[in-house]
């Protein structure tokens, strides 16, 4: 789909360096990232071939400039509603204050109701000060505690 900061498509396996680059690009992604490792083809994969994920760039003159993945989850919870989750958001670095970042979460938000989904989650790092403020402004509300268990 073309907007007006870029187009926005699935992802394909040639997209993987770039996808590692940009979530290496950052305090956070820098010492758990690696680009170059065979694992990204791998989860790469399974991720395509899952029909309730969507691994979607942003390209511009056939450049990726940013990223997010789309998990749509069936539940029981709520009489049965789906719900979206909004995962490893990225901008590149060159183009944040674009208002791509925006327009790639109103994208994922019209791709939920398209897929009948009533809930639309995602998590954001405690420290991402930047990032809560954003998704404030777009509506997200810091509702609950997210929670993980490293294995």
Same mark, same amino acid.
């Given at each position: 789909m073309q907007t007006e900061v870029g187009t926005f498509r699935r992802a394909v396996s040639t997209d993987v360096d770039a996808i590692v680059g940009m979530l290496a690009d950052d305090p956070l992604g820098s010492s758990r990232e690696h680009p170059g490792d065979? !694992?990204?083809?791998?989860?790469? !994969? =399974?991720?395509? !071939?899952?029909?309730?994920?969507?691994? %979607? %760039? !942003? &390209?511009? &003159?056939? &450049?990726?400039?940013?990223?997010?993945q789309l998990s749509f989850i069936p539940g029981l919870s709520r009489k049965g509603m789906s719900r979206?989750?909004?995962?490893?958001?990225? %901008?590149?670095?060159?183009?944040?204050?674009?208002? *791509?970042? &925006?327009a790639m979460i109103r994208w994922a938000i019209e791709r939920a109701r398209e897929r009948e989904c009533r809930l639309v989650q995602l998590?954001?790092? =405690?420290?991402?000060?930047? =990032?809560?403020?954003?998704?404030e402004r777009l509506g997200f509300a810091p509702s609950h505690v997210g929670m993980? *268990?490293?294995l």
């Open positions: 065979p !694992a990204y083809q791998r989860a790469f !994969a =399974a991720i395509d !071939a899952d029909p309730n994920q969507l691994l %979607v %760039v !942003a &390209e511009t &003159e056939g &450049e990726v400039i940013a990223t997010m979206c989750q909004i995962e490893a958001v990225r %901008v590149r670095d060159d183009q944040r204050g674009s208002g *791509l970042g &925006e998590t954001t790092d =405690a420290t991402r000060d930047g =990032a809560r403020r954003f998704y993980k *268990l490293a």
